[in-house]
């Protein structure tokens, strides 16, 4: 049967509604400290989409996913597999640190860092959206927060499964998957196949996007996790995703034309873990690897590639029953290469060393943790960084939380190189520092969140009308961009079959040094959703999105491309205990916008699909 779950907002348990639905639902565990603890007992303000919401809502790619929770918003460049924009409380693609199984997804060789276009959901255990300035625990990219991926291991014996999913826009995704597990060693292979043929990726606004042609998309991807476990305290494991994806794309103002990406990425993980006594002592060797051919350009880059190699040493020490620390040291080196059309090529490098340690104690009903770290570059002067963080929970309908966080964002490698213009290698970090305060009681949870940024890193055109002679590169500029607001959550069961959620970001800051707005973020955003689950074969559910007012241009010029509402519904029907029936339709009235101006977005869809699992 499939059960009904929540996101689950800020550092909190679950809330007491689930108890008056009689539902038994295992804690949520994270990962926010560099190890596993139970949501109630994180001080850091989290949310969570585990495998069961996934599976009921049936999204197709990450972003999807995303878009449900409080203070995320999102822009797109087209349809399926185009360039998309996650800001999350309004700070930008770039300031976030995305994690697979603890591997790290930023490529050095983009300069907004994790691609989210290609990332599907793929065999997904559970989704981790870490808000705030995270760098005193993860280091660099983790100044508006981490988003950390977790794909699902094997369960005990053996189990196959498969789905398929057809639909608008000659829309196939199918996956299948297999996995073993003993006491000594487990394993689990999933595949996932995405092909669609979408529609144009550019029109202008308010013109039927069938008038143009479409911008195909087809994405492959395998994940692929392992343990063996020689003694009891002793676990050896290997992860590994594999994503390869064909997009197509238009020219700017030119719908008609074509442009295709080519894109191969490769994540690869070991892990060693050891309990002994107190201590678990872990280490990790990773290596992340990005291609992207942009196989019809003439001019600029033709081929990028981007490397991350990471090793680590950690120890989780408990030191009494709800006390731990834990402590560590790791090395990172950054690569790139790329090679232009008229086929000269560059390359770079960087590397850093750090060492960090976090410390969490509980008294009684009062939770505090401290995180500190230090990194040493390369090419720029080391960072320390650090977080505290603070819960109190009065009675079981009532909390208060806060924490208050360093961080910086690195300057990327491309953009230190910058192939489109002039290098700079006097690039420094940008530097935030960001609280929030949270307040829960029983269903309603409210957070005040502010972040405030130095040195942003931003394109610089010394003479933008002189295409011959100008010569633009990436500078930090002087002054504080800042971004604030508040994020409403409210959770609550209706009658013993109807659970209702909602969340509400209000946007009441976002603006640079000089106090101008800045581009695509809308002021307030509001996400409600409605589930029924009538019997134990049948749930269905509406879920209701508001973007409101929102500008393509810096200080409220450009289009405005707000001030819409659109609606998704999904229906399941489990036909027996291992075969389950489902349909969704997305944009449920048609309505027509544009998340970018000039760029299409989709009409009306409709899909159906079938998943199977033994």
């Known amino acids: 049967m499939f ?20 539902i038994t639902l295992e804690p949520i565990i994270v990962s926010a400290s560099k190890t596993q603890q139970p949501l109630k007992n994180i001080t850091a303000n989290v949310e969570v989409i585990t495998s069961e919401e996934l599976e009921e809502q049936h999204y197709t790619t990450l972003v999807e996913a995303l878009n449900s929770l409080s203070g995320i918003s999102i822009t797109s460049n087209g349809g399926v597999g185009t360039t998309q924009e996650v800001f999350v409380r309004g700070m930008d693609t770039n300031k976030v640190l995305v994690l697979i199984n603890g591997i790290r997804y930023q490529d050095p060789s983009n300069t907004s860092g994790a691609n989210f276009a290609h990332l599907l959901i793929s065999d997904i255990e559970q989704i981790e959206l870490i808000k705030g300035s995270q760098s005193g625990i993860w280091g660099a990219d983790a100044s508006a927060g981490v988003i950390n991926i977790i794909t699902k291991s094997a369960e005990a014996g053996t189990h196959t499964g498969a789905n398929v999913e057809y639909g608008s826009f000659a829309t196939t995704k199918w996956g299948a998957f297999i996995s073993h597990k003993t006491d000594k060693y487990d394993f689990k292979i999933a595949l996932d196949r995405l092909m669609s043929n979408s529609f144009t990726a550019q029109a202008p606004k308010w013109e039927d996007i069938n008038q143009y042609e479409n911008d195909p998309y087809s994405n492959t991807t395998l994940n692929l996790n392992a343990h063996y476990r020689p003694t009891s305290e002793d676990t050896f494991g290997i992860s590994y995703t594999d994503i390869n994806a064909l997009g197509n794309y238009d ?23 050891r309990a002994y006594q107190n201590h678990t002592l872990s280490t990790k060797a990773n290596l992340s690897k990005f291609r992207r051919d ?6 600029g880059v033709k081929v990028f590639n981007g490397q991350t190699r990471e ?5 989780h020490f408990r030191y009494s029953e709800s006390d731990f620390i834990v402590a560590g040291l790791s090395k990172e080196w950054n690569d790139i290469d790329f090679t ?6 560059g390359e770079k490098s960087v590397s850093s060393e750090a060492v960090f340690v976090t410390n969490s104690n509980t008294f009684g009903d009062l939770i505090l943790t401290e995180s500190l770290r230090r990194d040493n570059y390369s090419s720029f002067n080391a960072k320390t960084t650090g977080k505290i963080g603070a819960k109190y929970t009065f009675s079981e309908d009532m909390y208060v939380g806060g924490n208050y966080g360093t961080s910086y964002t690195a300057p990327n490698l491309i953009q230190m190189f910058n192939p489109w213009g002039s290098s700079n290698d006097t ?10 305060l949270t307040l829960g009681y029983q ?15 931003e394109w610089y055109d010394p003479t933008p009308l002189n295409w011959f002679n100008s010569d633009p590169y990436y500078k930090n500029l002087n002054g504080i961009s800042t971004f604030k607001g508040y994020e409403l959550s409210f959770r609550h069961n209706l009658l013993d079959s109807l659970v209702f959620n909602a969340d509400y970001t209000h946007l009441s800051r976002f603006v640079d040094k000089d106090g101008k707005d800045l581009k695509r973020r809308p002021k307030r955003e509001a996400k409600i959703s409605l589930n029924y689950y009538g019997t134990e074969q049948l749930n269905m559910g509406v879920n209701a999105h508001y973007v409101g007012t929102r500008y393509d241009e810096a200080n409220q010029q450009g289009e405005q491309t707000g001030r819409y509402t659109l609606f998704n519904f999904v229906l399941n029907y489990n036909l027996t205990d291992s075969i389950q029936l489902y349909g969704k339709i997305d944009n449920l009235t048609d309505k027509y916008y544009q998340s970018v101006d000039g760029y299409a977005s989709s009409p009306r869809g409709y899909y159906a699909g079938m998943k199977v699992v033994f």
Do not use: M, W
């Not at 420094?428 to 929030?436: A, L, R, V």
């Open 251 to 273: 020219s700017y103002q030119s719908p008609d034309s074509l442009e295709r990406s080519d894109i191969r990425t490769h994540l690869y993980g070991a892990t060693y873990d």
């Open 443 to 457: 269903s309603i949870t409210l957070t005040y969140f502010e972040n405030r940024v130095k040195d942003l890193i």
């Open 294 to 299: 942009e196989l019809d350009t003439t001019y």
């Open 3 to 22: 059960k009904p779950t929540l996101s689950l907002v800020v550092c909190a348990s679950l809330v007491a509604s689930v108890e008056a639905r009689e």
């Open 427 to 436: 690039l420094s970090p940008e530097n935030t520092k960001s609280y929030d």
């Open 311 to 315: 090793v680590e040493l950690r120890d």
């Open 340 to 345: 232009q059309a008229d086929s000269t090529t």
